[in-house]
């Protein structure tokens, strides 16, 4: 039995929260929202002042807040972060401690700028025709200790291949433990966890849910696994590519549409039209899966947003022989090395990487897919072959196109691509690629320790 979920809040007050999670040990709240770079930013609130942060919300200087964008003075200096309920979940990981999702307002209205305002403008859209997306996130990561050469691995984790080694899988679970039971208690239904492919790397799996209810539990997530892990003495990292020789970390969006009966849209079914190639899709899914094709040079800025994430996105050899990162932009029929896979009547979006802000990623992915939709977008012929074994000219004959190599070539995407602007927002838009570029620029111009030893007393 779940003791640590509250009792739905659509309809309950302030006050019955209060006494809910006081008779429970709830002392504070961490009011929590998420900046534009997806890191969790928050206030702790003392218990009784839980309708403080409803209306008017937390207040929060603008200006000091990544991406926003707000000056430093007048009524748009202060940005408001209002609670919103549904969220409200005791954190079994922190005893006496509950966390509650705020909604960005700037002088009184949504703010534009705020990543889940912008992934809450895409979900009403979906919600006018009826739908809405279901999707599972698939977190990887590394648990890394500190040692004399920095962080790494465990010792004993030197496995060529690694992939479901269940010795460190074992070691790991003091961590593997503590992690999923408070996942279980806030309601996520952690059904597997799996050493990955790369030393040090894990990947845990829990149940699905609508596009908004998603992004708020990697967030979750992420807060409990990073305070569990650092307890274990720890760190728990999702940089996408930590180690030059191993694969890097994914986030995979698993996505599927339905209507309001609950019904699947993208298989086929009474209510859907088949969409042919014999990949059990429908004509809907292939509409919408044309759309993440059509726009992935831009989605790859939202979903591959650093500097990182780049050494990932390339083809190469891991440590393990094997990538499994996209770097085409195609789909095929369960086939890991395109950027969309189709499988069990469902796409797997395997762009995104463990950086992602999963808000913005989402709303993007959002966006596309009905762009594909309302255009009838062709999806064109799906790609069963390792597109890694192929070579340059083979690819070319199927229009394979590469994904952006470097994150100023996917900010310069998103800048450019007009229709996904327009559905996201000019604002938030406009600072992400400020910052992405500024990012990518900074990059660019420093010197590396293998420039020096590379290039140094050579001429």
Not at 265 to 277: D, N, Y
Request: glycine share 8%; hydrophobic share 40%; net charge negative.
């Amino acid at each position: 039995m779940d003791t640590n979920r509250l009792d739905s809040t659509a309809a309950r007050s302030t006050e019955e929260s209060q006494r809910e999670l006081a008779a429970k040990g709830v002392r504070f709240v961490f009011a929590q929202f998420t900046d534009i770079h997806g890191a969790a930013k928050g206030k702790l609130i003392p218990l009784a002042h839980l309708d403080d942060i409803v209306s008017p919300g937390a207040g929060f200087s603008g200006p000091s807040i990544w991406g926003t964008g707000l000056p430093r003075t007048g009524p748009r200096s202060e940005y408001y972060g209002r609670a919103d309920l549904s969220t409200l979940k005791i954190m079994p990981w922190l005893p006496g401690y509950a966390r509650v999702v705020l909604d960005g307002h700037v002088a009184g209205v949504p703010f534009d700028a705020c990543p889940r305002q912008v992934l809450r403008k895409q979900v009403e859209r979906l919600a006018q025709r009826g739908w809405t997306l279901n999707t599972g996130l698939e977190p990887e990561f590394f648990l890394l200790q500190k040692g004399a050469d920095g962080y790494d691995a465990e010792a004993a984790d030197t496995l060529e291949k690694p992939s479901y080694d269940t010795k460190s899988l074992l070691r790991r679970r003091g961590f593997i433990e503590k992690l999923t039971t408070s996942l279980d208690q806030c309601g996520l239904g952690v059904f597997q966890i799996d050493h990955e492919d790369a030393t040090g790397q894990f990947e845990v799996n829990y149940k699905y849910a609508d596009a908004l209810k998603a992004a708020d539990n990697f967030m979750l997530f992420k807060m409990a696994a990073q305070h569990i892990a650092e307890e274990e003495g720890m760190l728990f990292s999702m940089m996408p590519k930590p180690f030059a020789d191993r694969p890097g970390s994914g986030l995979h969006f698993h996505l599927s549409l339905a209507n309001v009966a609950g019904k699947p849209l993208f298989a086929l079914g009474e209510e859907t039209e088949p969409g042919g190639r014999d990949l059990g899709l429908s004509s809907l899914a292939y509409h919408f899966m044309a759309g993440l094709l059509n726009h992935a040079p831009a989605l790859t800025a939202l979903c591959a947003p650093t500097v990182n994430s780049y050494k990932r996105l390339m083809c190469g050899q891991s440590q393990s022989g094997t990538s499994w990162a996209p770097a085409f932009i195609g789909y095929g029929d369960n086939n890991r090395t395109t950027v969309a896979r189709v499988v069990y009547q469902r796409i797997e979006w395997r762009l995104p990487d463990s950086s992602a802000n999963p808000y913005l990623a989402l709303a993007g992915v959002i966006a596309a897919g009905l762009d594909g939709i309302d255009r009838a977008l062709a999806a064109g012929e799906p790609v069963n072959q390792d597109v890694y074994e192929m070579s340059d000219a083979a690819r070319a004959e199927l229009g394979l196109k590469l994904l952006p190599q470097n994150l100023g070539e996917a900010a310069a995407a998103l800048k450019a691509d007009t229709r996904l602007i327009a559905a996201l927002g000019t604002d938030i838009v406009n600072e992400f690629v400020a910052l992405k570029s500024a990012e990518w620029i900074e990059y660019s111009q420093h010197v590396s320790a293998w420039e020096t030893k590379r290039y140094l007393d050579r001429f």
